[in-house]
């Protein structure tokens, strides 16, 4: 009898062996799979600070000197380029990218784009292919590359996940959604789309704690 209930034992003691080493297996996949994807050129090289993007990135609906790059600037006590273009999609972004950033000895380059094609009704798949072309360019240069993503409730025909399996795939720095805690209060618009002075301070603030880690 003491035998039988010996044997039992041990393989008692085995089986819960086994279930331990799964679990300690399932959870250091579940630690490696859910870290930060890598971040490319998290030590760029290049010179200029450079906001490249739509109407969001020049301050419509800002006065002069109040859009994001220029509180930007004030907050990281260095020169930023604005680059921005109203309208612009990610196509016709990609048309200036040489002559406005890549010739300008990049180092650090913020980007809003995404959301005149989402507006234009241009697929998804094609805004994030013309996009990797624009990232790819960027980060050949040696520069960091930091997305402020857009997401629209119920109408954003899925660019939010889009913005985030690109970052994750393309090892830039993500701020999932730059109308997170603007869009929709009025106190921080100055139209249904575009931030007012208060709004962009807030982007800008964004942006900021995004790249603090990179700057030097």
């Not at 034992?9 to 279930?19: A, H, S």
């Not at 490319?40 to 600070?49: D, E, H, K, L, V």
């Not at 200036?96 to 009704?121: A, F, H, W, Y």
């Not at 660019?159 to 985030?164: K, L």
């Amino acid at each position: 009898m003491m035998g039988t209930y010996g044997k039992y034992c041990k393989i008692m003691k085995k089986t819960i062996i086994v279930l331990v080493l799964m679990i300690c297996i399932a959870g250091g996949w579940r630690y490696f799979s859910d870290s930060p994807p890598e971040i490319r050129n998290a030590s760029p090289a290049g010179t200029n600070i450079i906001c490249f993007g739509d109407s969001l990135t020049y301050g419509t609906g800002a006065q002069e000197g109040m859009d994001y790059p220029s509180r930007l600037a004030e907050m990281l006590g260095k020169p930023v380029i604005n680059a921005g273009v109203p309208g612009d999609t990610t196509l016709s972004a990609m048309k200036r990218l040489e002559e406005d950033v890549l010739s300008q000895d990049p180092r650090i380059v913020l980007i809003t784009l995404g959301g005149n094609d989402l507006k234009n009704g241009v697929p998804k798949e094609t805004a994030f292919r013309n996009l990797k072309h624009i990232t790819d360019a960027i980060q050949q240069k040696g520069a960091l590359v930091v997305i402020g993503g857009i997401d629209f409730p119920l109408r954003g025909r899925g660019f939010g996940e889009a913005y985030i399996e690109f970052a994750a795939n393309n090892g830039v720095v993500l701020i999932p959604n730059i109308f997170d805690g603007i869009l929709g209060k009025r106190k921080l618009m100055s139209d249904p789309v575009h931030p007012n002075d208060d709004g962009y301070a807030v982007m800008a603030g964004k942006f900021y704690e995004a790249l603090k880690p990179y700057i030097r």
